[in-house]
């Protein structure tokens, strides 16, 4: 059994080796993200980098951040250099996956407005196309969550609320996530559209377009993949 924790590590630290100086930069969120907020706050601490600033895509990572010692600040609406964060599956094209980590909506707020979006991930990751192993995550509003449910099933029938414990799990926006089970065979950008204007609906995990470069970790070495 290969060692997952050891190969997200080393994919963190291929990202972290394009951050420079000065740069302002997107912290992902997630088991593979960690990695690469700690990595930075080791080259800070070492002095191997300096001025870095951190905008981080969740609750949980700005308080890595800290305890790291990258300094955090919110979101506005400045471009960031570079951002780094996991997916739960990368298709050939470099579309995603993300979402499993409840943090999509502050995702993909912060990375859109990235220069460079660099995924870091495990070989396991990979798919031949989206929702062959991982549900699409879609953040949904808790006022008439049912009724949005029921909509969103009608474009998507397979799915379930997503829910650890005896209540549903809410985001750090205070809405709730369902996790739709994806088709054999469906058209991303077509279905993106059609979910994006379901009522009630808030954001999805898809994303398309957005990746310019993955590192992705397997036994044999880190590959470098890029779109196009």
């Not at 993909?108 to 070989?123: F, M, S």
């Not at 006022?143 to 650890?164: D, I, M, N």
């Not at 950008?189 to 992705?216: C, I, N, S």
Request: glycine share 12%; no cysteine.
């Amino acid at each position: 059994m290969p060692d997952l924790e050891g190969l997200k590590k080393e994919a963190a630290l291929r990202a972290v080796a394009l951050v420079e100086s000065g740069m302002r930069v997107g912290l992902g969120t997630g088991s593979t993200a960690k990695y690469a907020i700690e990595e930075l706050g080791r080259k800070l601490a070492a002095g191997e980098l300096r001025d870095i600033v951190g905008v981080a895509t969740s609750e949980a990572s700005a308080a890595l951040a800290r305890e790291v010692g990258v300094p955090v600040q919110p979101l506005d609406p400045r471009p960031l250099d570079i951002a780094i964060d996991g997916a739960d599956e990368i298709n050939p094209d470099l579309n995603l996956i993300k979402g499993l980590g409840g943090a999509l909506l502050r995702e993909k707020l912060t990375e859109v407005q990235a220069r460079r979006l660099v995924i870091i991930a495990d070989h396991t990751k990979l798919v031949t196309r989206l929702g062959e192993k991982a549900p699409l995550p879609v953040e949904i509003t808790r006022f008439g969550f049912l009724s949005t449910v029921e909509r969103v099933r009608a474009l998507v029938p397979g799915g379930r609320l997503r829910q650890p414990g005896a209540q549903p799990y809410v985001t750090d926006n205070g809405n709730y996530i369902y996790d739709a089970q994806l088709p054999a065979a469906f058209d991303p950008t077509g279905l993106e559209r059609q979910l994006k204007g379901t009522l009630g609906v808030v954001e999805t995990g898809f994303f398309l377009g957005m990746a310019d470069v993955a590192f992705v970790a397997a036994p044999e070495g880190v590959r470098e993949l890029r779109r196009g």
